[in-house]
């Protein structure tokens, strides 16, 4: 008798689930990263017999470069986490750069168009061009909640508008001439540590604070999110207005590392961050997505471009395979989705 109720107990006595051990996603984007490094170096050696990582020069001109591509991909990713999208951030870094570096002149600057803007403090060019991308982003995530319009849509056109105001600001003049406390942010490995920072900054955001949990929620389910009583008007205005700061943050960078402020700065550079954040994991249907994967899909855009640099390929090739990398990795996260389902 207590044998036969010792099986019912058995029977019924639920059972532990089973552990399995699975390595975070960002793990194979490090492997990808390391991998197409490695190729490039045997690549290098066997056609230019040169080293691509031992070429310091490259490598750092490369990491630049990351460095305001991340600063945009990482705003970029916020939104796409969202179930959004931006297309206007490369145009917001120009007019930011532009705006920015009109009120650095230095005061050994002779264009009569800035007299009365000379020796500034650093930190109110720096302020402005802030303040310049938060503004843009604010109306772009404003006219999205508020007219129901697509974000792709609102974004094509900002995209166009802040172009063209970055041209008619100067009137396609280039604005240089800027202070040395200006510059200084561009030198050396300031960009590198302003954009790691940043990317920590918005990782600990998105993992562990309710504003992340609640990106997340509007992206994976807007319905739900609502109903939990998400105001998810005002949380996408939010999300928006950062990503225009980080595109403005981008431009200051941009053109303090150039010392110049020029209208076609930032070009193309949003389809480089979206390109980063899907490389990165990050899923354009919504509710995925991790700042770390896009760091890394970022440097691998960055060591893909100085790569085929090294080796000389025409210009025109790597945007052919920058389009399909894309195109990849979007199928991927599709392949993905579909698993998961």
């Known amino acids: 008798m207590q044998s036969n109720q010792a099986v019912a107990q058995s029977a019924i006595k ?3 689930p089973k552990r399995s051990f699975k390595l975070p996603h960002e793990f194979g984007i490090l ?3 390391f991998g197409i490094a490695l190729i490039f170096e045997i690549l290098g050696w066997y056609f ?3 080293s691509f990582l031992g070429n310091p020069t490259g490598l750092l001109i490369m990491i630049l470069q990351v460095s305001e591509i991340g600063l945009i991909a990482i705003g970029v990713t916020m939104i ?3 179930g959004g999208i931006d ?3 490369g145009s917001v870094v120009a007019l930011a750069a532009m705006v920015a570096a009109s009120l650095a002149q230095s005061v050994d600057a002779s264009n009569p168009v800035y007299a009365g803007l000379l020796g500034l403090p650093v930190v109110i060019p720096v302020l402005a061009g802030l303040l310049v991308g938060a503004t843009v982003g604010f109306i772009n995530g404003s006219l999205i909640v508020k007219t129901g319009v697509p974000a ?3 974004t094509l056109g900002m995209m166009v508008s802040a172009r063209g105001l970055a041209r008619f600001y100067t009137h396609g003049q280039p604005v240089s001439m800027v202070s040395s406390e200006y510059a200084w ?3 050396g490995a300031n960009p590198v540590i302003i954009f790691l ?3 920590l900054l918005f990782h600990v955001v998105l993992r562990y604070t309710r504003f992340g949990k609640c990106t997340y929620a509007i992206g994976g389910n807007p319905v739900a999110a609502r109903v939990s009583g998400i105001n998810i008007g005002r949380h996408l205005i939010v999300i928006y207005a950062i990503a225009g700061l980080l595109a403005g943050l981008a431009g200051i960078i941009g053109s303090a590392r150039a010392e110049v402020g020029q209208s076609g700065m930032g070009m193309s550079y949003e389809l480089d961050a979206i390109a980063a954040a899907v490389i990165g994991g990050t899923s354009l249907a919504g509710g995925v997505g991790r700042i770390t994967g896009t760091v890394i899909g970022a440097l691998i855009l960055g060591v893909i471009a100085s790569g085929f640099t090294f080796l000389g390929v025409d210009s025109y090739i790597q945007e052919i395979i920058k389009g399909a990398i894309i195109v990849v990795a979007v199928v991927a996260d599709q392949i993905r989705k579909h698993k998961k389902c």
Do not use: C, H
Request: neutral net charge.
């Open 80 to 82: 796409i986490i969202t």
């Open 14 to 16: 639920p059972t532990a």
């Open 31 to 33: 492997f990808v990263l």
């Open 48 to 50: 230019r017999e040169q």
């Open 152 to 154: 792709f849509i609102v």
């Open 197 to 199: 920072l940043t990317a």
């Open 185 to 187: 942010i561009g030198t």
């Open 87 to 89: 297309l206007s951030s």
